[in-house]
Nanobody
Framework: VQLQASGGGLVQPGGSLRLSCAAA????????IAWFRQAPGKEREGVSA????????VYANSVKGRATISRDNARNTVYLQMNNLKPEDTAVYYC????????????WGQGTQVTVSS
């Protein structure tokens, strides 16, 4: 079971990025998937999540209106489109899959760095 997050980089304020979370060894289709982020010196925070069945989505207030989470089960990948990026969005972004058994986010990717700076 492996998750691979990618798509981070250096972007100017107001720019956009699309983060990808690809799974290997299991199907994402049966799992709710979430994106988290952690900035230096700060606690990890939830950014967005998408449910497995009805694809219901939720967003943190800090990204609402600027982020869109989506899933492509055929590609076994979940995406996080981030627009109008701000310096405070700078963080390492992680994707995680919810365990069907426990409901915890039990499977984590390695993280991708997003830096928003001029």
């Amino acid at each position: 079971v492996q998750l691979q997050a990618s798509g981070g980089g250096l972007v100017q304020p107001g720019g956009s990025l699309r983060l990808s979370c690809a799974a290997a060894g299991f199907s994402l289709a049966s799992h709710s998937i979430a994106w988290f982020r952690q900035a230096p010196g700060k606690e990890r925070e939830g950014v967005s999540a998408i449910r497995s069945g009805d694809r219901k989505t939720v967003y943190a207030n800090s990204v609402k209106g600027r982020a869109t989470i989506s899933r492509d089960n055929a590609r076994n990948t979940v995406y996080l489109q981030m627009n109008n990026l701000k310096p405070e969005d700078t963080a390492v972004y992680y994707c995680a899959a919810q365990s069907i058994m426990t409901g915890d986010y039990a499977y984590w990717g390695q993280g991708t760095q997003v830096t928003v700076s001029s």
